[in-house]
């Protein structure tokens, strides 16, 4: 059931600023990471994604990172706008299991 | 372009009642997923399905039953619905394990 009173972790940044989202994974075997973007009463929509052999991957205007010395994933917006308002979730799957373990997401919140 | 739609958006059904919520995607993705998302919980994986006619389970399976007789397809039920199955389903494919989940816009069901 829910969690009364559980807020999302909330990163708030004003328009044109680059905006960081971290997130730390779970499991060291762990070699796809990936990340989401969730809109108010829409499904979870794909932003990029990284394997590990790989430590930096750019996409437009995002930047994923993957460290994998401290299981630590970041995903950077450059120029943030307000349409990037949302929430973002980070997710791992390792090998051959096409299973996914999601995080909890960050709010990004655009300040015009 | 199709790619995957979910049926019906919104549905309030009793405790008790059997109730099923449809996914259809057009890209014959050889795998398909449900979740549930709730506060507190972000996604948690129902069902997969690998391929028409296989499934397994994932981490929170009890009380839901699936069935995948075409590729396209891939219903989930609640045999007999509880007030905690009250939550937010969304299903998903992909083409392989490294390829990212599109998701479905969701369906909100509310268990009275």
């Known amino acids: 059931g829910e969690s009364v009173g559980l807020h999302l972790p909330t990163l708030s940044v004003q328009e044109g600023d680059n905006s960081i989202i971290n997130c730390a994974y779970s499991?060291?075997?762990?070699?796809?990471f990936i990340w989401y973007k969730q809109e108010s009463g829409k499904g979870p929509q794909f932003i990029i994604d990284?394997?590990?052999n790989m430590d930096k991957r750019q996409g437009q205007r995002v930047t994923v990172l993957l460290n994998k010395t401290v299981k630590h994933l970041s995903l950077q917006i450059a120029a943030t706008q307000p349409g990037d308002s949302a929430v973002y979730f980070c997710?791992?799957?390792?090998?051959?299991?096409?299973?996914?373990?999601w995080g909890l997401g960050t709010s990004l919140a655009v300040n015009p | 372009d199709a790619g995957i739609t979910q049926s019906p958006r919104y549905k309030i059904t009793e405790t008790g009642r059997q109730v099923t919520l449809m996914c259809h995607q057009t890209?014959?993705?050889?795998?398909m997923f449900w979740y549930r998302q709730d506060l507190g919980h972000g996604l948690r994986l129902i069902y997969y399905s690998a391929a028409a006619d296989i499934t397994d389970k994932g981490e929170v399976s009890d009380g839901y039953v699936v069935s995948r007789s075409k590729t396209e397809n891939f219903p989930l039920t609640l045999e007999s619905a509880t007030r905690s199955q009250t939550s937010v389903y969304f299903c998903a494919s992909t083409r392989d394990s490294w390829q990212p989940q599109h998701f479905g816009d969701g369906t909100r069901l509310s268990i009275l």
């Open positions: 990284i394997r590990s």
């Open positions: 890209w014959s993705h050889s795998y």
């Open positions: 499991n060291s075997a762990s070699d796809y």
């Open positions: 997710a791992e799957g390792s090998g051959n299991n096409r299973k996914l373990i």
